[in-house]
Structures are given as structure tokens and as C-alpha cells.
């Protein structure tokens, strides 16, 4: 058995969102996220509802590659999800989201991405993965979702997230 200290590396981003939990949280969906992501293509979901929920599975792709993600937790009322996407053999990301209703309009969402690599390929994913490089896509998604929440439509042009 071979036990090895982690590369990880966390980072954090507060948004500031335009609406309340209750019309956000169901955009954090696989299936949901084709209404404002225009870079976005899950080849398949794996869900009771056909959308979100705890213990759902889908796959997307990262260059040749499938990446297996599972939500591990989807809680309306809390304002809470949580996924794991694992490439194999590179990296394990997990995704915490954690609403907050700041007023009746204004929906405070903090987002916390963690990876560790698996190797090294994973290690070069990780030396790119810095705060800044996070602000921007998250900047993205923020906009990205604010849109889409006032106008109904995909933002278009954003950096891809």
C-alpha cells in the first residue's frame, strides 16, 4: 500500500447572484446548465427526475478523456450542493456551492473548488488552477447565470468555464 501527502489545492469565490435560492439552485443541473452555459455538453446524465438530485451521474469530456461527476449532495432548502468529477488516473475535483439569500432579490453563492492530482498530468492541471485563473472563470459563470436569469438566454463570448 502506497500512502502519499495530497496535491491539493482549494480556492474560493464569492457571487453575488440575481434571484433567490429557490430560481438558482435548479440551474446547478447538468441537464439545466444547457440554458446558460454555452460551452457545455454533457454526453450523459444518469438521473431518477431527469435532472438534478443527490446521487445523480453524468459524463462530460475533458479533451479524450470522460469525466464521471456525482453529486453527493442537492439541498434546496440549505441553499447546498455538492459533486465530485473524477478524471481517471489525473485529477479529483469536488465542487462545494453554498447559498445564501442576501435580500429578496440578491442571492450571495459560495463556491469552493478542490482538486487533487493523481499523477502528473493532474500536477500540471493543478500549476494552472491558480486563484486568478479561478476568479476569471467564476467571474464568468457569475455573469453567465446573471444573464440568464434577467433575459432568459445564454450569455455568448464569455471565457469558457
Not at 456551492?97 to 478542490?114: C, D, M, R, V
Not at 493532474?122 to 486568478?132: A, D, P, S, V, Y
Amino acid at each position: 500500500m502506497r500512502i502519499e501527502k495530497p496535491n491539493r489545492i482549494i480556492h474560493t469565490y464569492k457571487q453575488q447572484i440575481n434571484g433567490t435560492i429557490k430560481e438558482i439552485m435548479p440551474l446547478y443541473c447538468p441537464v439545466r446548465e444547457l440554458d446558460w452555459v454555452e460551452s457545455w455538453d454533457p454526453k450523459t446524465v444518469y438521473s431518477q427526475s431527469g435532472l438534478v438530485e443527490k446521487d445523480c451521474i453524468f459524463i462530460t469530456t475533458h479533451g479524450d478523456k470522460e469525466v464521471v461527476w456525482i453529486v453527493t449532495d442537492y439541498d434546496v432548502e440549505a441553499g447546498y450542493v455538492a459533486m465530485f468529477y473524477h478524471i481517471p488516473e489525473i485529477v479529483i475535483t469536488k465542487l462545494e456551492i453554498q447559498l445564501s439569500q442576501e435580500n429578496p432579490h440578491t442571492t450571495k453563492a459560495l463556491l469552493t473548488y478542490s482538486k487533487t492530482s493523481l499523477g502528473v498530468e493532474g500536477n500540471k492541471i493543478l500549476e494552472t488552477f491558480t486563484q486568478e485563473a479561478y476568479d476569471l472563470m467564476m467571474q464568468s459563470w457569475e455573469k453567465a447565470m446573471n444573464h440568464y436569469l434577467a433575459k432568459g438566454e445564454i450569455l455568448r463570448g464569455l471565457p469558457d468555464f
